[in-house]
């Protein structure tokens, strides 16, 4: 996964969470992959989520790690999925939404950890003044 692409994901998680936040984005871990009868062993970089509110069966404080690779493969699969997402993230990784951030994690976790972004409105005045 680009750096770029990485960061923006991060990024909406942080900016808009509602029950789980980023603990840690940096985390490096060593991990063991079987592959043709063989175990390789990567170090990957892994993304740290803390559930900070008790939400539906998951107690506050309950931790998910989530590798690199692992996301690459649910992007890979998104990709195939949504046409309209192959083309926005070619532009440039800024065209990544929270919506499209929140099906990476889905995807990679199995339908098990929905972050439930929430983007709030924009407070505009009742009477503007103009000049």
Known sequence: MRDTLYRQMVYWI?????????VDDNFYK????????YINYIVSRTLVLRAYKDKGSYAKGMTWTIPEHKLDKALAAYRKQEHTFKQRIKKAAIY???????????????NIVQLELMISPIQIRE???YL
């Not at 900016?15 to 936040?21: D, G, M, Q, S, V």
């Not at 939404?97 to 199995?110: F, G, K, M, Q, Y």
């Open 14 to 22: 942080r900016e808009y969470r509602t029950w789980i936040e980023v």
């Open 30 to 37: 060593e991990y063991a992959l079987s592959r043709n009868g």
């Open 96 to 110: 990544l939404s929270p919506r499209d951030a929140e099906v990476i994690i889905l995807l990679t976790t199995h």
């Open 127 to 129: 009477k503007p003044y």
